[in-house]
């Protein structure tokens, strides 16, 4: 079954703290990843996507890894400032032929108080 | 700001009603998404049209319906409404329809059942 596991459900930091999000699925065939940032009560925007043979990609302060082999991604999120409180969501796309689907992550809830 | 618009912004109904939810996308893109967000939940994906034509469903009940019509705005129809439907509802778009392409989301729909 495919299925995005996100963690931690949720996530407390300071302002100025580093932080990593974790992404875990069993996806197949896979054919990338992206990660959402949304604000509370506004539409996800995405930050970055990854394709089966890319290992790390940064958009600013935000690093995502990926290991195929593990099936696992991480978002990295340095020198973290109180606009980052958001949720973060993992997508994974998975395409055989015709048959397309995305499989979409609950998120993590991230918090980065003063 | 995505370029895609949703309107109404808010909206309150009783239980037994029916409303239609509106979505423009971005202008170029072909492929609309409506996606259900229930407090506290991660997205549901609903429903994709590809230029006028249906072309993935997701978990969209019975009771709800979409369209895609010629000028590239689509339509959600909501009818029959519960209290469960009570959730933020958002389109997204992207140029082409392939799973996995970049959507861009609107500011969502509050829909209200009372």
């Known amino acids: 079954k495919n299925q995005v596991e996100q963690s931690p459900q949720s996530l407390i930091i300071l302002e100025g703290k580093n932080c990593t999000l974790q992404?875990?699925?069993?996806?197949?065939?896979?054919?990338?990843l992206r990660w959402y940032k949304q604000d509370t009560g506004r539409g996800p925007v995405s930050l970055t996507i990854?394709?089966?043979s890319e290992n790390t990609k940064s958009n600013g302060r935000y690093t995502a890894t990926l290991d195929a082999d593990t099936k696992q991604s991480s978002l990295h999120i340095t020198a973290s400032q109180l606009s980052d409180s958001a949720s973060y969501i993992c997508?994974?796309?998975?395409?055989?032929?015709?048959?397309?689907?995305?499989?979409w992550g609950l998120g993590t809830s991230l918090a980065v108080n003063p | 700001d995505s370029g895609v618009t949703q309107t109404p912004k808010h909206l309150i109904t009783a239980t037994g009603q029916r409303v239609t939810l509106r979505c423009s996308p971005r202008?170029?893109?072909?492929?609309v998404y409506w996606y259900q967000q229930s407090l506290d939940q991660g997205l549901q994906f609903l429903i994709q049209?590809?230029?006028?034509?249906?072309?993935a469903k997701g978990n969209i009940l019975e009771r709800f319906s979409a369209q895609q019509f010629p000028d590239l705005h689509s339509e959600l129809n909501l009818s029959s409404l519960e209290l469960g439907d009570s959730a933020l509802y958002f389109c997204?778009?992207?140029?082409?329809?392939?799973?996995?392409?970049?959507?861009?989301f609107g500011p969502g729909t509050r829909l209200t059942v009372t």
């Open positions: 997204a778009s992207s140029v082409a329809p392939r799973t996995g392409d970049e959507q861009y």
């Open positions: 202008s170029g893109d072909l492929s």
């Open positions: 049209y590809y230029n006028g034509e249906e072309r």
């Open positions: 992404c875990n699925y069993t996806v197949s065939p896979f054919s990338n």
């Open positions: 990854m394709t089966f």
């Open positions: 997508v994974v796309s998975a395409s055989a032929g015709n048959n397309r689907k995305l499989i």
